[in-house]
């Protein structure tokens, strides 16, 4: 490969990186494969159930949520949330399985379950993390992208849903940050060497044999918020699925605080509801909306109901979702408080 050839190949590499560093929407919000050793009911019965755990988890971030008595009982019937699947050979002999469970979850179905176990949703917009990977080896302390730990890492990190990524850890990152800044967790030096990277957090962790065990100590770097947090385990790949978790915790709380600070309160005026059954419709309608954390009955005068609603998003947002809804109409003199429907009833096409 020439010196123009190599410069370009460089260049590609890092231009890939960059792109994928920024806060994304990640793609596997609602889908998930299974491995299946043999190609049985039985056996994708057990993978639906394993599918829909993951997909649950990597929608509301923390593992304890699970328990809730609304998800226990959706585990137990995992079929009502599958839109389709269908099962692959596997591609390549070695793979957890000789057969993959492909499967679509029902996304409205998950968001009608949310809202009767009374669960906020962590946003499908997550926030990139940069990870810079210290690690000491028979007394000798190096950056490292592609050590086992730094490859368990990004792949429990996809499973949970966080953008996570290494460094290039090329010649402008080797004098950029020094192994020395990043075991001592410096700042600095640290935000410094990562900002050609563009992503919205950053991750520096130092890692260690003890007595047998891995250790571990962690820095976050969030905008203006900064987390320590550390562990220990029998092995790397447990320290991978700790800290991921860790991670998962910490965004998908600040998702929710980002979200309860954003929230909106907004007036829903719809008119053309002319009996219980309308109502009760209109109620269904607006319980699976994902923008709507609540809403209660403010006023009902003739045909006409105007609903007080709190809102995750703004009212473009919400007003959006509900022009969606093939029952609504929306009508003039929408303002920023109050949006005007009328509604065209729940059989509408």
Request: hydrophobic share 40%; proline share 3%.
């Amino acid at each position: 490969m020439n010196k123009i050839k190599m410069l370009l190949h460089i260049g590609l590499l890092l231009a890939g990186c960059c792109a994928n560093a920024h806060g994304q929407v990640i793609d596997n919000y609602v889908s998930d494969d299974q491995p299946l050793q043999v190609d049985s009911q039985d056996a994708q019965k057990t993978a639906l159930r394993q599918g829909l755990s993951d997909v649950l988890l990597r929608q509301l971030g923390m593992k304890e949520l699970l328990s809730n008595p609304h998800l226990v009982d959706a585990l137990d019937h995992p079929d009502s949330y599958v839109i389709d699947f269908k099962v692959d050979r596997a591609v390549q002999s070695g793979e957890e399985g000789l057969f993959t469970l492909h499967i679509n979850f029902d996304q409205n179905a998950l968001n009608q379950l949310y809202k009767e176990a009374s669960l906020v949703p962590w946003s499908r917009n997550r926030s990139s993390v940069l990870m810079w990977l210290a690690q000491e080896q028979q007394g000798q302390r190096q950056l490292v992208a592609n050590s086992p730990l730094a490859v368990a890492m990004q792949a429990q990190a996809q499973k949970r849903g966080i953008p996570l990524f290494r460094p290039l850890m090329d010649l402008q990152d080797e004098l950029g940050l020094s192994v020395s800044d990043a075991w001592g967790f410096f700042a600095e030096p640290i935000q410094k060497a990562s900002s050609r990277y563009g992503a919205q957090a950053v991750l520096t962790g130092r890692v260690y044999q003890e007595q047998g065990k891995w250790t571990s100590q962690w820095q976050l770097l969030d905008r203006d918020r900064q987390m320590l947090f550390k562990s220990k385990q029998d092995s790397l790949d447990a320290i991978a699925a700790d800290v991921v978790d860790q991670l998962a915790v910490y965004f998908a709380k600040q998702d929710k605080l980002s979200a309860l600070q954003g929230a909106g309160a907004y007036f829903l005026s719809v008119s053309g509801i002319r009996s219980l059954d309308d109502w009760q419709a209109l109620q269904k309608d607006l319980q699976q909306l994902s923008s709507i954390v609540s809403f209660q009955l403010d006023a009902m005068q003739g045909n006409e109901v105007r609903v007080r609603v709190i809102s995750s998003g703004t009212i473009r947002q919400l007003q959006d979702e509900l022009s969606q809804n093939n029952s609504l109409h929306a009508q003039a003199g929408s303002d920023e408080q109050t949006l005007n429907f009328n509604w065209q009833g729940a059989d509408s096409p």
